[in-house]
């Protein structure tokens, strides 16, 4: 299949881009990145230092995914989110010195299978998403977000949970159902899972 790398994107020599995957106008992919097979980076996006892609992950125009993320297979990243690194930002150390690579330890945004990350969305690292779990656009998640959570707002706070199709599911008796698919699931301790019909 190939890789398309446009003209006007800065990709780093030792960056590895998996098979099929587009890298789109003004993106950069620092070094040391690896994106699986598929991935999608649109059009100004930054991908950081050794940051790790799973296969056919979209990252939208001008998001922004420092290191050290991990994002497994299928997540969606939607326009101008930000994973952060720096829990306690400065420009300074306290003794008014400019702060080097080596005054602080850079920590992750680390998102399961399938997760989406709405338009401006904002993750505090570090958190954790789970697998098949949606933020919505413009939510600050500042704790981690269990799998198949639906959740919202500044900060971030739980108001559903979601399939594998990224809907809301509908309570149906003690169970959920997704209105786009049918499948059903239960509420399994701080997630849900799939049932038989």
């Known amino acids: 299949m190939g890789t398309r790398i446009v003209e006007s994107a800065d990709v780093a020599p030792d960056a590895r881009i998996g098979d099929g995957s587009s890298v789109w106008h003004l993106a950069q992919v620092r070094e040391g990145a690896v994106l699986g097979e598929g991935c999608v980076v649109g059009r100004g996006a930054y991908i950081g230092t050794g ?12 998001a922004l995914v420092y290191e050290p993320a991990r994002l497994a297979d299928g997540v969606f990243i939607g326009p101008a989110v930000v994973l952060t690194n720096d ?26 299978t399938g997760a989406a990350i709405g338009a401006r969305a904002v993750c505090v690292a570090p958190v954790t998403i789970g697998a098949w779990a949606t933020v919505a656009a413009g939510a600050v998640v500042t704790k ?8 919202a707002g500044v900060p971030a706070r739980q108001i559903g949970w979601v399939g594998h199709a ?7 008796g003690e169970r959920l159902r997704c209105p786009a698919s049918g499948r059903l699931y239960e509420i399994d301790n701080d997630t849900i899972r799939e049932v038989e019909a």
């Open 166 to 172: 990224g809907q809301r599911l509908v309570p149906e």
């Open 87 to 112: 829990t306690y930002p400065r420009a300074v150390n306290p003794d008014g010195s400019l702060k080097s690579a080596h005054d602080w330890e850079p920590v992750g945004v680390t998102i399961g």
């Open 51 to 62: 940051v790790r892609m799973g296969k056919n992950c979209k990252v939208q125009n001008y």
């Open 144 to 151: 981690d977000v269990p799998a198949h959570a639906l959740v």
